[in-house]
């Protein structure tokens, strides 16, 4: 088997350890960093992904591979920044204000990391203005928003509104989530991606950076 393959299986199976081994055997043998990036730890992720939208495994499998995966990526990104790899796209996530749940948006964060993708993670209880600043400041493609209450989802709105306001509505993807969120709604406020589950959020992000 190799090491690549070695890298994605013990991701998968969440042994942080291990995968951290394996990635510097991988470096040491002088393989390039961004396969090891890109068919070692992003291979086990996208698998795990997969596996989690089909209800095949559960959030704690999916953090266990996510811890497994920073563990092996913390080797890699001072060679990705010295060899000129840069991320697919960025992603400012939050979840809106008011809101404090932040299990469904750490997966969601982890997912799109796993895409390659840089993604900046503002917390919860993020205000219209704090995500509109970090977009800013950092140039994101996407922003990205969980809401798990019904009296929370209307932040929503405000941010799309907020967007138009600053004049960036056409600089940015707005995507949103959460279990009380349809794409219903999401067509009604104005917004541009629902997705149901962290795996397909991940996917859409990556495919809107292509786009952008
Ligand atoms: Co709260 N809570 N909670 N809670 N809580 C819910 C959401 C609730 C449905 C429980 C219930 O009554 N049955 C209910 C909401 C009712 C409603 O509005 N319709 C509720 C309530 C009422 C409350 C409080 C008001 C309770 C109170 O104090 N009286 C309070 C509110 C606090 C606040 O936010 N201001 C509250 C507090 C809390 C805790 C702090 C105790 C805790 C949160 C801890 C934390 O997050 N760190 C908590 C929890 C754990 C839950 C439940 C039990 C579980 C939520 C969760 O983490 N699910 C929840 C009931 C339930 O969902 N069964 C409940 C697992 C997680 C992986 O799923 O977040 O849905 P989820 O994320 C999914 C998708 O939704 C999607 O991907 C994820 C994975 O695939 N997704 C996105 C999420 N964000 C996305 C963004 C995207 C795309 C996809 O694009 C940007």
Same mark, same amino acid.
């Given at each position: ?8 299986? !013990?991701?998968?199976? @969440? ?9 510097? =055997? ?13 068919? @070692?730890?992003?291979?086990? $992720?996208?698998?795990? @992904? @997969?596996?989690?939208? !089909? ?13 497994? $995966? !920073?563990?092996? #990526? ?7 920044? #010295?060899?000129?790899v840069k991320a697919k796209g960025t992603v400012v996530i939050g979840t809106v204000k008011g809101d404090l749940?932040?299990?469904?948006? !750490?997966?969601?964060? $982890?997912? $799109? ?12 209880d993020v205000s219209v203005d704090k995500f509109i600043s970090k977009v800013k400041e950092t140039n994101a ?8 209450l019904t009296t929370t989802m209307g932040e929503m709105k405000n941010i799309v509104e907020g967007l138009k ?5 056409? =600089? ?27 795996? #397909? ?12």
């Open positions: 088997m190799s090491v690549l393959t070695e890298i994605s299986e !013990n991701l998968q199976q @969440g042994k942080a350890k291990v995968v951290k081994e394996l990635v510097q =055997k991988a470096i040491d043998d002088g393989i390039d960093v961004k396969i090891i990036l890109e068919e @070692g730890l992003l291979h086990g $992720m996208g698998i795990i @992904g @997969g596996k989690f939208k !089909n209800n095949e495994v559960y959030v704690p499998d999916v953090l266990i591979a996510a811890r497994a $995966m !920073n563990a092996g #990526s913390e080797l890699l990104k001072p060679l990705l920044a #010295s060899s000129g749940h932040d299990i469904g948006k !750490n997966l969601v964060r $982890m997912m $799109m990391e796993g895409k390659g993708l840089e993604v900046i993670d503002v917390g919860i493609q996407i922003v990205a928003c969980s809401a798990l306001a600053a004049g960036m509505r056409d =600089k940015v993807t707005i995507m949103i989530g959460g279990a009380p969120v349809t794409d219903q709604y999401c067509k009604s406020i104005g917004a541009d991606i629902y997705t149901p589950d962290a795996a #397909s959020a991940a996917d859409e992000a990556a495919k809107a950076c292509l786009k952008a």
